[in-house]
């Protein structure tokens, strides 16, 4: 049974920071690509970021390049998301998701599992 595991969230002031890990099991996870992803209230599941199977593709959105930062650890089945210069607007559950095309894309339908999600609230 496939499981993924987020931790690290929680309540932040503006323009701090919160690293966020993602713990994935029953799996081969270098064999899958990971990705972050990002729901408010009221909102559309975001795209926030995804890295290759071995970390040598990245790519983020538009709303999160240049203040967070992806990596994963394979011997740790680990994926991270280093969240740095918070904003009130990144206030959402935060979820990792695993996709089994190594690369991975930027929308959720192309990702085949998913953690529970964790809540990053930031304050003004």
Same mark, same amino acid.
Request: charged residues 15%; glycine residues 14%.
């Given at each position: ?49 995804? /890295?290759?199977?071995?970390? !040598?593709?990245? +790519? ?8 967070? $930062?992806? #990596? ?30 190594? /690369?991975?894309?930027?929308? !959720?339908?192309? +990702? ?8 990053? $609230?930031? #304050?003004?």
């Amino acid at each position: 049974q496939v499981q993924l595991g987020e931790s690290g969230g929680g309540l932040v002031q503006a323009g701090g920071s919160l690293r966020l890990s993602c713990a994935a099991s029953g799996l081969t996870f270098s064999s899958y690509a990971m990705g972050w992803f990002r729901q408010a209230p009221g909102k559309e599941r975001e795209f926030v970021a995804r /890295i290759s199977w071995n970390g !040598g593709n990245i +790519y983020y959105g538009t709303s999160v390049k240049g203040r967070f $930062t992806i #990596s994963r650890d394979n011997a740790k089945n680990t994926v991270y998301l280093q969240m740095n210069s918070l904003k009130p607007e990144d206030t959402a559950v935060y979820y990792c998701a695993a996709d089994d095309s190594v /690369i991975g894309g930027t929308k !959720g339908s192309s +990702y085949d599992y998913w953690g529970q999600g964790t809540q990053v $609230t930031v #304050s003004s």
